[in-house]
């Protein structure tokens, strides 16, 4: 299981997706407190506390797409690894984008992995299975 009680976070616009996520942590056993936001500006309102009567738990890991209205990933990307203080969350890039400059993008924004969202919603428990196995073993850094 993920270390420690921090939360994973998904930003991601398309509701069935964040389902499939959702269904595929159940099914996998991991026990993970998730947080979704709809687009990077509502992710990047969780992470610096300026939702109103919010209980801030800043996630251990970021799986993020990038094509999304308002803020897309990579503003979102650019946001954050711009900020000391949510630099070092490890983001994952889950996007249905086979474009080689998204991906070299992406890397120059220092994310976690580059991982390209399935066809076969069941194919999500793969993803999952192989997450919880390399959170498992990571020591992440404490964001305070």
Same mark, same amino acid.
């Given at each position: 299981?993920?270390?420690?009680?921090?939360?994973?976070?998904? =930003?991601?616009? &398309?509701?069935?997706?964040?389902?499939?996520?959702?269904?595929?942590?159940?099914?996998?056993?991991?026990?993970?407190?998730?947080?979704?936001?709809? &687009?990077?500006?509502?992710?990047?309102?969780?992470?610096?506390?300026?939702?109103?009567?919010?209980?801030?738990?800043?996630? &251990?890991?970021?799986?993020?797409?990038?094509?999304?209205?308002? *803020?897309?990933? +990579?503003? +979102?990307?650019?946001?954050?690894?711009?900020?000391?203080?949510?630099?070092?969350?490890?983001?994952? =890039?889950?996007?249905?984008?086979?474009?080689? *400059?998204? *991906?070299?993008?992406?890397? &120059?924004?220092?994310?976690?992995? @580059?991982?390209?969202?399935?066809?076969?919603?069941?194919? @999500?428990?793969?993803?999952?299975? =192989?997450?919880?196995? @390399?959170?498992?073993?990571?020591?992440?850094?404490?964001?305070?």
């Amino acid at each position: 299981m993920m270390r420690n009680g921090s939360p994973l976070m998904i =930003v991601e616009d &398309n509701e069935t997706d964040v389902m499939c996520l959702k269904k595929a942590f159940e099914k996998s056993g991991v026990g993970k407190a998730i947080i979704t936001a709809s &687009n990077g500006e509502e992710a990047l309102a969780y992470l610096k506390g300026d939702q109103p009567k919010q209980d801030l738990r800043i996630p &251990n890991l970021i799986l993020l797409d990038l094509n999304m209205p308002i *803020m897309n990933g +990579f503003e +979102f990307l650019d946001a954050v690894k711009s900020d000391a203080r949510l630099k070092a969350i490890p983001v994952v =890039v889950l996007t249905s984008s086979t474009s080689s *400059m998204d *991906m070299n993008d992406s890397y &120059n924004n220092s994310v976690a992995g @580059y991982i390209e969202k399935p066809m076969d919603p069941e194919a @999500y428990l793969d993803i999952v299975r =192989v997450l919880d196995q @390399y959170w498992s073993l990571s020591y992440l850094p404490t964001i305070n």
